[in-house]
């Protein structure tokens, strides 16, 4: 099984060394598809395997049209509930209710003091321990008692499966919840066969909610292992009858065919990573490969499409960068570009930790 590594939820950046690893600089559910797995399993390439050539430049040039009206900032906000709280944060640290377990994992934004005491810290079920390494690999430790790789989780109904992994995600990403609520809203509301497609897909969270809100699912990721832990939460949350196709491929690579063969979606999620590689050792940099992915992503957008939702971690710009982008990308297509970031409402002393940032096309 090939490393399955994500570095962008760690608050922490990072760049490629010379050898294309990514130094540990974070991140969840995102050109190669997600490099840890947004937090995602990254591939390494074998060695009887050659990378694969990097397609040629796509042509960009500025579009025609007005360009689409404008809301920012929008802040996004995950407030504590029965299935996720951020319970309290500080310190370099933070302390979450996944389900039945207190987790203790590293955050790096979180440079205040704690709320809570610390005996309620002390209660916690499991902490990631030790520095993240070049490949991402931590491990968890259990002060009560030993706990298994995976437990139930839910969402809004859906039944999940956490899994304690060696790069300090559990397999969702909560402050995502907004977008997905969003996305079902659109789906429902257009009374129509909808088709999604969701790039760096990771754990299948968005395809799930938007698959039972009655949309047409294309869910990729270079990762099988997160393809396969995809499928486990299809089958436990009783969406096996859902038409969901679960594809493992680089996300750049597959948007290209499908721009070939003419397939086209009336809802776009990408969620990419700073830095990551393909399967086939396809290599993704977001600031240099993120403008063509996401004028690929219009081209690949229905006549009559309802969003396109690009979600960015742990990279060194503000969402005025992407907001930009999205807005020139989309000009001529009407809507509304909305942009600003994604954060979870602490529960102890009401702090709000940004996660990420975003952008996304209304029709």
């Not at 600089?25 to 390439?45: F, G, L, S, T």
């Not at 004028?295 to 309802?306: A, G, Q, Y």
């Not at 969003?307 to 971690?313: C, D, E, I, P, Q």
Request: with cysteine; net charge positive.
């Amino acid at each position: 099984m090939k490393s399955f590594r994500d570095k962008r939820r760690d608050g922490r950046p990072h760049q490629p060394t010379k050898s294309g690893a990514a130094q540990p600089r974070p991140p969840e559910n995102r050109p190669a598809v997600k490099a840890d797995a947004r937090p995602r399993e990254q591939h390494i390439v074998k060695p009887d395997n050659q990378p694969e050539p990097k397609s040629a430049p796509r042509i960009l040039a500025r579009r025609d049209g007005a360009l689409p009206a404008e809301q920012l900032p929008v802040i996004l906000e995950v407030a504590p509930n029965a299935d996720y709280a951020l319970l309290d944060s500080g310190t370099g640290q933070k302390l979450e209710q996944y389900g039945p377990y207190r987790i203790v994992r590293p955050e790096g934004q979180a440079i205040w003091q704690k709320a809570l005491p610390a005996k309620d810290w002390e209660r916690a079920d499991a902490i990631f321990t030790g520095d993240t390494d070049e490949e991402g690999i931590g491990r968890w430790r259990f002060p009560k008692t030993p706990l298994g790789e995976t437990w139930p989780m839910k969402h809004d109904g859906i039944d999940y499966l956490g899994r304690f992994t060696s790069f300090r995600h559990v397999g969702v990403f909560p402050e995502q919840a907004s977008h997905w609520d969003h996305m079902a809203g659109l789906v429902a509301a257009a009374k129509r066969p909808v088709k999604v497609l969701n790039l760096f897909g990771y754990t299948g969270l968005a395809s799930l909610v938007a698959a039972r809100a009655g949309a047409e699912v294309t869910h990729v990721d270079a990762s099988k292992k997160a393809i396969g832990w995809a499928r486990e939460n299809q089958e436990m949350a009783g969406l096996g009858g859902k038409p969901i196709r679960w594809i493992v491929d680089d996300a750049v690579k597959f948007a290209e065919r499908e721009e070939r063969r003419g397939s086209r979606y009336d809802i776009v999620l990408f969620d990419p990573p700073a830095y990551g590689r393909g399967p086939r050792g396809e290599v993704w940099q977001l600031f240099e490969d993120l403008p063509a992915l996401t004028d690929l992503c219009r081209s690949i957008l229905t006549p009559k499409p309802l969003a396109v939702v690009l979600t960015a971690y742990s990279i060194r710009a503000s969402f005025f960068a992407i907001h930009a982008l999205m807005r020139d990308t989309f000009a001529g297509m009407g809507g509304k570009i909305e942009s600003g970031e994604l954060i979870i409402r602490e529960k102890s002393a009401g702090r709000a930790l940004s996660t990420s940032l975003f952008s996304r096309w209304v029709a």
